[in-house]
């Protein structure tokens, strides 16, 4: 058996393609395209991203169809991306509506008295960076979209949702368990719809399509015999990398945005400035984590890059970490602050002076800043978390990876592999296998003393103020 595994991002599409043992076998990458209009106006081409989707299977399959081996598909990603597209033609109706679009901020504030029931429902703060108030905008300011509803037409839903219905055989039009979640209209604990929800946000159920586990058959991919038995959010997926993972390790992945997750099983445990996510479910069980997200870590590295006009930031940044013992603290609000602040904070700014190498390693260092407050949080709350796992672009940088073991006291472990997604939805998708192998030993970094690091780390918490 094989198992085909898609990886869809922010800035690119990867397909990976792993045997039954979790040895990767072939792989395929292609860029695409994202629109930033202004701060908070973030789009995507759905059908570009249908199309490199599409790209990057046939990319990999060539050699494994010939031998003729059974293959299971696993989906992966971005999550609280939107789309609207019209059920009888496939076809977008309009440009999808990125995770970090904003434009629909200003419908929240007559909200905030549901503010407390909408955490306690979901598991997410009330925020514009999650779907629901995106899909509300697309109606109010799309006339494609209105008409496409008065005919009983549109459809509405995560990226994943429109994915699965240009891949799959037939008229498909599912969404799983942890991309529905990010839409806000979902009820964590009925794992469904929430009907209140849909009438406080005012979207139609009849627009959204049926909510299935992330362990599932979802159908046949279009001119093949492979199922896909697993849709996921990108970094949900990214826990199961290793297999299921221990207990007490949290899992950091730096991408566009930044996320430390620690599972707690099948315990769904509330926190007030945190997320509650589902990371794995089936017919019958599901799996958690508390959730922490910070919106500009490549994000803020991509943001100073052209601000100070550092055209080769992210390639001079490893011999800038050895260099650059005691840089200037970077306030990153790029994208606005998450948790556990959820507040668009000051503009972003840099506290002191710095030469560019420095200011570059002063954004990095501010993406750490903002995981140890998240770390913090769930310390206060008795979460054990013993050591953390990294995964994702930013991890291939030795000094990052280092300085977070220095400001957060705990080992971090890189994995010889950081793509992190891919592999633990190809996980999913093969069943959870026990026996899906360690990729090897990887890196381990061991927490040093550095005093200035955590002086660095009060000042930014004094520029910020206190969470919530």
Not at 263 to 275: A, E, F, K, M
Not at 389 to 414: E, I, K, M, N
Request: aromatic share 8%; proline share 7%.
């Amino acid at each position: 058996m094989l198992i085909l595994a898609m990886d869809q991002g922010t800035h690119a599409t990867r397909s990976l393609l792993f045997d039954e043992d979790g040895r990767l076998k072939a792989s395929s990458f292609v860029e695409v395209s994202l629109w930033r209009h202004a701060p908070e106006i973030v789009e995507q081409d759905a059908e570009e991203i249908a199309r490199s989707v599409e790209q990057v299977i046939r990319e990999v399959l060539p050699d494994s169809a010939a031998s003729g081996e059974r293959i299971s598909a696993g989906i992966a990603t971005q999550r609280s991306s939107v789309v609207a597209w019209d059920r009888e033609t496939g076809i977008p109706l309009a440009p999808m509506l990125s995770w970090q679009d904003l434009r629909a901020a200003r419908q929240l504030e007559g909200l905030k008295q549901y503010e407390g029931q909408i955490k306690e429902t979901t598991g997410l703060p009330l925020s514009p960076y999650y779907g629901a108030s995106k899909l509300r905008w697309l109606l109010d300011h799309v006339p494609e979209v209105t008409q496409a509803q008065e005919e009983g037409r549109l459809a509405l839903g995560p990226l994943a949702s429109f994915l699965l219905s240009r891949l799959l055989d037939g008229d498909t039009f599912v969404v799983d368990h942890a991309n529905a979640s990010r839409t806000q209209l979902w009820d964590i604990s009925r794992r469904d719809w929430s009907p209140w929800l849909l009438e406080v946000f005012g979207i139609p159920k009849e627009a959204l399509p049926e909510c299935k586990p992330i362990s599932w058959e979802y159908g046949t991919i279009e001119g093949t015999e492979i199922k896909v038995t697993a849709v996921d959010g990108d970094q949900n997926a990214a826990v199961y990398a290793l297999g299921r993972p221990s207990p007490g390790t949290a899992i950091v992945n730096l991408g566009t945005g930044a996320f430390i997750l620690v599972p707690t099983g099948g315990d769904l445990i509330q926190h007030p400035r945190l997320l509650s996510s589902i990371i794995g479910s089936g017919p019958d069980w599901s799996e958690y984590t508390i959730e922490g997200t910070v919106n500009g870590a490549g994000a803020a590295i991509s943001w100073a890059r052209e601000r100070w006009d550092i055209p080769d930031m992210v390639q001079n940044l490893p011999k800038w970490f050895e260099r650059e013992q005691n840089p200037p603290v970077f306030i990153n609000t790029v994208g606005g602050l998450g948790s556990p602040w959820w507040r668009s904070g000051p503009e972003p700014t840099l506290v002191g002076d710095g030469t560019r190498a420095q200011i570059a390693v002063a954004v990095a260092e501010s993406v750490l800043f903002m995981l140890r407050a998240n770390l913090d949080e769930l310390r206060d709350i008795g979460v054990s978390v013993e050591r953390i796992r990294v995964g994702g672009g930013l991890s291939q940088l030795d000094g990052l990876c280092q300085r977070l073991a220095d400001l957060t006291g705990l080992p971090v472990h890189r994995p010889p592999e950081v793509e992190a997604t891919g592999r633990g939805v190809a996980w999913l998708a093969a069943g959870c296998p026990e026996n899906w192998p360690d990729p090897g030993a990887g890196d381990v970094f061991a927490p040093r003393a550095n005093t200035s690091l955590q002086a660095r780390y009060e000042t930014f918490l004094k520029h910020v103020g206190p969470p919530g």
